[in-house]
């Protein structure tokens, strides 16, 4: 049998990647003791691995797919397909920032500030990069962690990734500027996509992850109303498509089936009900695709 080696992203977005993929349809179990997860799924065989390493794994052929973000796809430099973004991160469905930071009382205001300076990061590649565009001489040292904590004594500056930017707070740090804006994707190795096999399972797995993130947010209404009333309700209802009417078996109601943010649902009933709505039920969903 045919079997599709996917890397899941060890690590910050861990938790939050399987989450996706039980709503996406498929069950993952990860065991403290072992990197390959069992996955419900016969055809998949996962392997746990740093995002940070994901790409250039994936471009060797050792694994047929995989999820990291563009920010490690860009510093490792690897050449692979760039199959879905999925904007998802460890807390939410916002991309991440990697920021340039320095201490609150820093005298350094712009990146021009840090010649000479040494900068901590994790990022070596990104950073030297924007350097360059700067025309900006620093020492970059690679960061093996706790980046935040380096300033000031051990680096003048940092360049980390956040998501809130509570992190960079509760350590009394100031942001200088963004240098990249990043999410999640999935990727392939560009030879594994080449066969047919592998190629349908890929983009079926990414139409269906991409489902799952479009539900996050959303829920369903169904709902009954009167054809007196239908106009009223109609003008009421916010939709991601034209909701759906059909005919009840009393011909002078209708039932109305739609798609709504979630965050608006509180606001939504109240005002539906006063339309002339009846019997609304709110229900979740698990994937919505286009």
Known sequence: MSRLKLG??????????????????WRISISSRSYYPAIDDSEIECMMVRAQEMARY??????DAGLTGKDWILESGADVEEIAELVYSKTGLGRVRWVLAVAEDSPVKTVRDLEGKVIATEAVKM????????????RVEFSWGATEVKVPQL???????????????????????????SATWLIANRAAYQQRW????????AMLL??????????????????DDLDKVLAALP?????????????????INTIVEETTVRQLIPKLKAAGAEGIVEYPLNKVVY
Do not use: C
């Not at 950073?127 to 620093?138: D, G, I, P, R, S």
């Not at 980390?160 to 804006?181: F, I, K, P």
């Open 127 to 138: 950073m030297e990069k924007y350097l360059a565009k700067h025309n900006v001489n620093a």
């Open 8 to 25: 899941i992203p060890k690590g910050s977005l861990q938790e939050s990647t399987v989450e996706l993929f039980a709503k996406a349809g």
């Open 239 to 255: 939709s991601l498509r034209n909701p759906t009417i059909a005919q009840l078996s009393d011909s002078g109601w209708v039932a």
């Open 198 to 205: 592998k190629r349908e399972k890929i983009q079926h797995m």
């Open 210 to 227: 991409q489902g799952a993130i479009n539900a996050y947010s959303r829920v369903g209404l169904m709902l009954n109303v009167r054809r």
């Open 58 to 63: 994936v471009e060797s052929g050792a694994l």
């Open 155 to 181: 680096a003048d500056a940092i360049v980390e990734v956040t998501e809130t930017g509570s992190s960079l707070r509760a350590n009394h740090l100031r942001v200088v500027d963004t240098l990249l804006e």
